[in-house]
């Protein structure tokens, strides 16, 4: 946890930087970040969008370079510019997947549906922000698109356990329940302890009238956590 004093010599710090180099997208997240702590909402708010106009523009600006290269035949040179201008979105990626968070925090669903579209336009290659896309998706019942970027999301990490567990989720909604037990016992792979998904797949078994393997699961899962009640499952143990 960042001190007041330490949070205060932050500030500090990226302002000074940034008084030298305004289009330091760094310091505008960094400062997006330390005026969150402090729930300064609107200084957030412009340190997130000074950070994703500086990234953008300064991707231009390389990317014009990186063409104008490329038109003399300076190959080595314009795959030089190129790369920089993917440094500058992958940045501008993150920066839109931090400022997700914020509106999720703030309980500004819309917004943080266009940061997380906006930051794999960026930067697609992150299972994280698929990951996170896909969930929010999920909860906003948009089953086929959220099953996408959860399917690309397990494409770019195979071995995150909460991708299993929420693709599980949506094969359970459209009644799938073969896949959906794969995807659980996938994340359980992973994570032995998994409580939620060790609990879901005892509600699959028992709506498929598979009851011992209910019980069984529910009872691994009274195991790591022995005050859980579930009130369907508890009848299990009677």
């Known amino acids: 946890m960042i001190t007041e004093n330490l949070q205060t010599d932050l500030k500090s710090l990226f302002i000074k930087a940034l008084e030298a180099n305004p289009k330091y997208s760094e310091a ?29 523009e300064v991707a231009l600006e390389l990317d014009e370079r990186g063409e104008e290269l490329l038109k003399k035949f300076q190959f080595q040179n314009a795959k030089d510019q ?52 896909g969930i929010l998706l999920s909860q906003e019942n948009q089953i086929d698109n959220a099953r996408l970027h959860l399917e690309k999301s397990l494409d770019l990490n195979y ?37 939620e998904c060790i609990i879901e797949l005892a509600i699959l078994k028992l709506d498929i009238d598979q009851i011992d393997e209910a ?20 009848k299990l143990m009677d």
């Open 215 to 234: 019980k069984k699961y529910y009872e691994k899962a009274k195991n790591i956590t022995p005050d859980l009640k579930h009130s369907a499952l508890e």
């Open 28 to 56: 505008h997240l960094q400062l997006a970040l330390l005026y969150q702590d402090e729930e300064d909402f609107q200084n957030v708010e412009n340190h997130f969008n000074a950070a994703i106009q500086s990234d953008s």
């Open 82 to 133: 190129f790369m920089k201008v993917q440094e500058k979105k992958n940045h501008c990626a993150n920066v839109y997947f931090q400022q997700s968070k914020y509106f999720l925090n703030q309980k500004k669903i819309t917004e943080a549906l266009e940061s997380l579209s906006l930051s794999i336009k960026m930067n697609p290659t992150s299972s994280e922000v698929q990951r996170d896309y």
């Open 159 to 195: 071995g995150d356990s909460i991708t299993h567990y929420q693709l599980g989720m949506i094969m359970v909604k459209m009644k799938d329940y073969e896949d959906a037990e794969q995807h659980f016992l996938s994340a359980l792979d992973i994570n032995g302890k998994f409580v």
